[in-house]
């Protein structure tokens, strides 16, 4: 089956911890996006890959990271940096600028 | 700058009714319109998309949406609601950077009750 595949679906992080999400996929995609979703708020870029080893800052990068070693791969952390992380992440990628982008699933980041 | 607006946080409609969820946009150039549907704690799935040609555009699960360029508009419709229409609806347009980037309105719920 192709798609995208994030995991885990929840993680819980403490105070001080760096963690990172995982997506994967097999689309054949030249570009990958992270978000970040808050109640009310929409959808809000953090970073984006239209290519193998490069990737832009979106409106909300402070605090995450990403590396894009694979084009299959597109791996976010979060770090001890960002003040405010619970939410909810999504990973998505595209074909082309005309094309509509795929999702995953979802990781539920929650800071204990 | 680009922005996407939807001014309705819930929509309510009776099942088997018509339902509208409203979406207007700002682009600089040509836009390139989505709409995507949320079920809770999951990912968005895609139901259509405008990138020219006719203004009615059909997409998945019986939803349709009107592209209106000079109203700026882009509604999604469907003739009669299910209650498994029930979710986060979200309109986006495409960045004119070139860069492939989404810009998402701030969602809609709709709710089809019974």
């Known amino acids: 089956d192709g798609g995208i595949t994030q995991s885990p679906k929840y993680l819980f992080r403490k105070e001080g911890q760096n963690v990172t999400l995982s997506c994967e996929q097999n689309?054949?995609?030249?570009?990958m996006y992270w978000y970040r979703q808050d109640p009310g708020q929409g959808l809000r870029l953090i970073y984006y890959?239209?290519?193998?080893?490069?990737?832009q800052k979106g409106d909300i990068a402070e605090g995450y990271s990403v590396s894009r070693e694979k084009k299959e791969s597109f791996p976010l952390t979060v770090t001890s940096a960002q003040k405010n992380p619970t939410a909810f992440y999504l990973c998505?990628?595209?074909?082309?600028?005309?094309?509509?982008?795929?999702f995953g699933q979802g990781t539920r980041l929650t800071v204990v | 700058a680009q922005s996407v607006a939807q001014p309705e946080d819930q929509v309510n409609v009776a099942e088997g009714n018509p339902l509208t969820v409203k979406c207007t946009y700002s682009?600089?150039?040509?836009?390139?319109l989505f709409w995507y549907v949320q079920y809770p704690n999951r990912g968005l799935q895609f139901l259509l998309k405008?990138?020219?040609?006719?203004?009615l555009v059909k997409g998945s699960y019986g939803f349709e949406a009107e592209f209106n360029k000079s109203q700026t508009s882009f509604h999604l419709k469907k003739p009669s609601a299910l209650v498994s229409d029930s979710a986060l609806y979200f309109c986006?347009?495409?960045?004119?950077?070139?860069?492939?980037?989404?810009?998402f309105g701030q969602g809609t719920t709709l709710q089809v009750k019974p």
């Open positions: 682009v600089s150039g040509n836009p390139y």
């Open positions: 986006a347009v495409r960045d004119d950077s070139n860069t492939g980037k989404l810009i």
């Open positions: 689309l054949n995609h030249d570009a």
């Open positions: 998505a990628s595209s074909m082309g600028y005309a094309s509509e982008a795929f």
């Open positions: 405008y990138i020219t040609g006719d203004n």
């Open positions: 890959s239209q290519i193998v080893n490069d990737f």
